[in-house]
């Protein structure tokens, strides 16, 4: 999938008519926008996940008012008006233009009336340029790119690193299954449960009582679970809306004028607070795996000073190590004659001399285990003392961070209390409401941390009944019948849930090792990224011999995301590869892999500069086209030269703002200046797009 053009007509800021258009060069592969804060970059990130997938990035604000609001506000009673976005791009040898459109006619009253909503079409144009109307465009969409995929290669940078936070889990989970195109082995586990309910409920017809009470049991615990699977995704949704209304909160706060600082203030101490958190995880996460491999040495206290001891003893003894030994004193006897040459005959003194020694000599092997012992045991010793010292030293570095936290706690709690008593009632009142959603937050949280146990519970109860059934007497042949094809509907679904757990961690292997070999490009600190059993990207470093977690910045956060979408994206290619030629993709149901853009919004917000250069040098290699929507700030000076031997084209975007006495900016490409900041001649603010001379490389 190479992107060619985007137009957009009437979308958010963009009044009338825009097009862009992207370097499709694979030597110059990098296209770049800029734009200020608040010109249209998220809105132009937005413009292709909506017209391709009709969804928004989560920072979209408004989304339902996409409308421009000089045009609805320039439009007659009675007349049309449509916010449409088209995109043009190539893919295996095909030219797509696909197109959505909102209508709306204003009425008499002034109230938008909605004729066509978020309508899409879709025209292909084959190798022999005939072009056809796509009947299903929203599935041709979804084949080429999956939308469970989109998210990975349309996304804003500076919100990218919410990938490595452990609610990311299930979403990085279901790229990998899109990527082996597992939807239909879950289309599978899901109708043969259904499969095997249908049949329980026929052996029921002609099972024993006991086997019918075992049923019984069973369903009702199948009730159970399911009524906790649906509470934990309620309160699963609850907690998304909550988290989506909190933010909406703070932003508010952010732009209020006597909220502003205390706000910035605790965005400050909660983003603190977040990586404190993630510190005392990691120490504690180091502390159980230290302890997991030698916890065990804390209960051998005096044993390895005992064997020191006992073979100090023997030394002192001389028994170890022997003065002479047992092969050579019985090399004697069979000989027959000692050393200094008396004979050792049969009876006599010397002869019992010499077989005295061979009861003090010591055997080699014993002496050897002996001594092997000693070592072990010193060794032993040096470990156990080294985990006590590892112990204290993390035990103390554990309790500062906790202090920390403690101090952290009570700061925000501060903001909090300063915001609830400020003289602004608007200001008290998103405050009191903030508050209110962070305690249902934490009760969800508890009730979600209490749903998943008793779900554990029933999982294990219903596999007991589950046996029960299968153990007990069946009379009938009828019965005896039914039982097996309930015995087989539940073994069919075992193995497709096998086959999905072994496919999905071998494509997890896979990620880990491209993840490995994309980190080790763009970071220049020697940490080693992971993407472990439970999806959850980590980084550690190598401390020794052990492996010690790494408690992230927000730099490398950033770097490990972009890893991630790296990896994936080389891993869709390879599997496209695999499809072409035939091989184990090209005989699999379902996604097929593909060749995608990176489109990404501010990557480098939040990075200071030795990042920014790392992040700079590495995304032209995330993929074969790449797409960034930046800021003066962001995109010039170092980024801009790392970036220029890979610009294809550049584009800025001249935000018109309706303040008065704004001051108007303009940005050098080149040597030449272009219009960055304008003030707006009427009373809208909107923005342009103007292509950098030269631009097209």
């Known amino acids: 999938m190479k992107l060619r053009s985007m137009t957009v007509e009437n979308f958010r800021q963009f009044h009338g008519r825009c097009s862009l258009h992207f370097s499709t060069s694979e030597d110059k592969n990098v296209t770049v926008f800029y734009g200020a804060n608040g010109a249209g970059k998220t809105t132009l990130l937005n413009a292709f996940t909506w017209c391709l997938f009709g969804e928004f990035t989560p920072a979209f604000e408004n989304s339902t008012h996409l409308l421009n609001e000089r ?11 449509s916010c449409k976005v088209s995109a043009e791009f190539d893919h295996e040898d095909r030219k797509y233009l696909v197109e959505r459109i909102t209508i709306h006619k204003k009425t008499a009253s002034g109230e938008p009336q909605v004729l066509r909503d978020a309508d899409l079409t879709l025209d292909i144009t084959d190798e022999t340029g005939r072009t056809t109307r796509g009947k299903t465009a929203a599935d041709t969409i979804n084949q080429i790119l999956p939308a469970r995929l989109s998210s990975f290669f349309f ?43 249908k049949l329980e409920a026929e052996l029921r017809e002609v099972a024993t009582p006991e086997t019918q009470k075992f049923i019984d049991e069973k369903q009702d615990l199948e009730k159970s679970r399911e009524a906790k699977s649906q509470e934990k995704e309620k309160c699963g949704k609850n907690l998304e809306a909550l988290k989506k209304e909190q933010d909406l909160i703070e932003s508010k706060l952010r732009n209020l004028e006597e909220a502003k600082k205390l706000q910035e203030k605790r965005d400050r101490l909660v983003k603190e607070f977040t990586e404190n958190q993630e510190s005392i995880a990691a120490v504690r996460k180091e502390i159980a795996r230290r302890s997991s491999h030698q916890g065990y040495l804390a ?59 061979k009861e003090r000599a010591g055997l080699a092997d014993v002496e050897e285990a002996w001594t092997r012992l000693c070592a072990q045991a010193e060794e032993s010793q040096r470990i156990r003392d080294e985990l006590f010292r590892f112990l204290q030293e993390r035990g103390g570095t554990l309790a500062k961070l906790t202090a920390t936290q403690t101090f952290l706690r009570e700061q925000i709690n501060e903001v909090g209390d300063a915001l609830g008593a400020t003289e602004s009632e608007e200001v008290r009142n998103l405050e009191d409401r903030r508050n209110k959603i962070v305690q249902e937050a934490d009760d969800h949280k508890k009730v979600i941390w209490s749903v998943d146990h008793d779900i554990e519970g029933l999982e294990e109860k219903i596999k007991e009944k589950e046996n029960q059934i299968q153990a007990s007497q069946a009379q009938e042949m009828q019965e ?44 220049y600190k020697a940490y080693i990224p992971t993407l472990n059993e439970q999806f959850h990207l980590e980084l550690v470093k190598a401390v020794g011999l052990e492996d010690e977690a790494v408690a992230k910045g927000t730099g490398e956060n950033q770097i490990l995301s972009l890893s991630f979408v790296g990896a994936l994206a080389d891993l ?51 993929a074969p086209q790449v797409i960034v929507f930046v800021t003066k700030s962001q995109g010039l000076g170092a980024v801009r030269e790392r970036f220029a031997s890979r610009i294809g084209r550049e584009c800025v975007i001249t ?43």
């Open 480 to 523: 005896k019948k039914a039982k097996l094809r309930v015995q087989v509907a539940r073994k069919a679904r075992e193995v497709f849930e096998q086959i999905l757990r072994l496919r999905t961690d071998d494509v997890r292997l896979q990620l880990d090792e491209r993840i490995k070999k994309t980190y080790s490009k763009i970071s």
């Open 572 to 622: 869709a290619r390879q599997r496209l590869s695999e499809a072409k030629e035939g091989g184990r993709a090209g005989h699999s149901i379902g996604f097929q892999g593909g060749i995608y853009p990176i489109v990404m919004d501010s990557p480098f917000g939040s990075l200071d500069e030795n990042y920014r250069d790392q992040v700079a040098a590495a995304i032209p290699l995330l």
């Open 155 to 197: 996304f804003d940078g500076e919100r990218i690193e919410n990938l490595v936070k452990p609610d990311a889990y299930k979403e990085i989970e279901d790229a990998i299954k899109t990527i082996l195109g597992l939807e239909v082995v879950e289309r599978a586990i899901k109708h043969l449960g259904a499969a095997s309910k």
């Open 299 to 357: 209960f051998t206290k005096g044993l390895f000073e005992g064997v020191i001891a006992t073979l100090e003893s023997h030394r002192e003894k001389g028994e170890i190590p022997s003065p002479i030994k047992r092969q050579f004193v019985e090399d004697l006897l069979e000989r027959g004659e000692c050393i200094c040459g008396t004979a050792l005959r049969e009876g006599t003194e010397p002869l019992q001399k010499v077989m005295s020694w």
């Open 71 to 81: 045009a609805w506000n320039e439009v007659k009673s009675g007349m049309e008006v």
């Open 655 to 697: 935000y018109f703002t309706h303040k008065a006495d704004a001051t108007e900016e303009d940005i050098a490409l080149d040597a030449r200046g272009y219009p960055y900041i304008r003030r707006s001649q009427n009373a809208f603010e909107w923005a342009s797009l103007t292509e950098v001379t030269g631009g097209k490389r």
